[in-house]
């Protein structure tokens, strides 16, 4: 008897490690990780490259036409990396001045259908992990597993300003500690597609959890579900 393939979504709050944790269990699981925020922020660089004006509706639509989105396995790198119109972005959606706008392009009706449309097609069949805010609630609500990460605060703050450190040592703690603000509320608050646990996720607070801890925890609930939804 084949393993059931089963969708685990994981949502929650910025700097929370989704897909740090995403990416390990696609890989312990041999499933596909789609990074949905990746989606948004190869969007956001579009628009800004381009010159869009995201507040008149059509040329958000025309924007949208002329954007093809791709995910490609790095075998060198052992992860997913995503592709704009053919260029590899991986590393350039990764920047303050897109961690700046994303959080305002991804409340765009029309970007939000966009994307959905494309990650539910991409979940088609099956056996993927995908990490975002709204995949458990809306992309995928009948998935199998989902999970809902979150931590406490200043502990998100410290995690991003590290990382964010190594790429530009200019920048300040407290302009991570605004941009991470200013994204938590946007997101919480906007009118289409909210961030929210869906009722039926499971809580995961990493705050004083080590990669492999949340890892082993994460991968027991994987484990459990796949096994209870085999075919009797």
Partial sequence: MSEKKI??????????????????????????????????RAITLYFLRNHVDWTDAKAVARALKEIHIEFHYNEQTKSSEILLNGEHVEYLIRELVIAEKVSEVAAIKAVREYAVAQQQLLGAHRAIVMDGRDIGTVVFPNA???????ADNAVRVERRFRELYEKNPNISLEEVKNNLEMRDYIDSHREISPLRKASDAIVLDNTNLFPQEQFQLAYKWAMDKISSTQPS
């Fill in 144 to 150: 199998e597993l989902k999970i809902f990460m979150t």
């Fill in 7 to 40: 969708i685990i979504t994981i949502d929650g709050w910025s700097s929370c490690g989704k897909s740090t944790l995403a990416k390990q269990l696609a890989a312990k699981l041999k499933y596909t990780y789609i990074d949905s925020g990746a989606m948004y």
